[in-house]
């Protein structure tokens, strides 16, 4: 008798299955299915979490636009630079405008601070303005922060 181990086999119930196929001595075979395991689509499991993560970064885009310049919420101008930087990064790609002249100090430093992010994917970037947000909110630790986290969470 010879066997051959053969796996992963899939069935139509999204399960993988380790298998056997068992030859005889008299040359006839089968197939012994001895374990079966869920097998979760890898795909599916990237579109939740890029969903997810869309969500969020909506959320959090939407309250850092709406921040009051006199509120309890003070992001610094370095703050402020992360938020660009990763927002351009996320909603258009790499940097695609030649740097701003020498006077321009702002342009530079947001087209300096969106360069520095060259490469970063969409997904990547979304979840980097999300994290910046987020810590700048938990170092502010008041019910005002804890709202905007809490809002953030639950999308």
């Not at 938020?83 to 530079?108: M, W």
Request: proline share 4%.
């Amino acid at each position: 008798m010879q066997c051959q181990h053969v796996s992963p086999l899939m069935n139509r119930d999204s399960h993988v299955h380790s298998a056997l196929k068992i030859r005889s001595d008299k040359g006839t075979s089968f197939w012994q299915c001895f374990s079966t395991i869920p097998f979760i689509h890898h795909h599916h499991l990237l579109h939740r979490n890029s969903t997810m993560s869309q969500a969020k970064f909506d959320t959090a885009v939407k309250i850092v636009q709406s921040l009051p310049k006199d509120g309890p919420v003070k992001p610094t101008q370095d703050d402020q630079l992360i938020f660009y930087k990763y927002y351009k990064q996320a909603t258009i790609g790499d940097c695609n405008t030649s740097r701003p002249g020498i006077l321009d100090f702002v342009g530079k430093a947001k087209w300096d601070a969106w360069d520095s992010v060259k490469g970063t994917s969409k997904e990547d970037a979304m979840t980097e303005y999300v994290k910046a947000f987020k810590e700048l909110l938990e170092k502010t630790n008041n019910e005002e922060s804890k709202k905007y986290i809490a809002e953030i969470d639950a999308a």
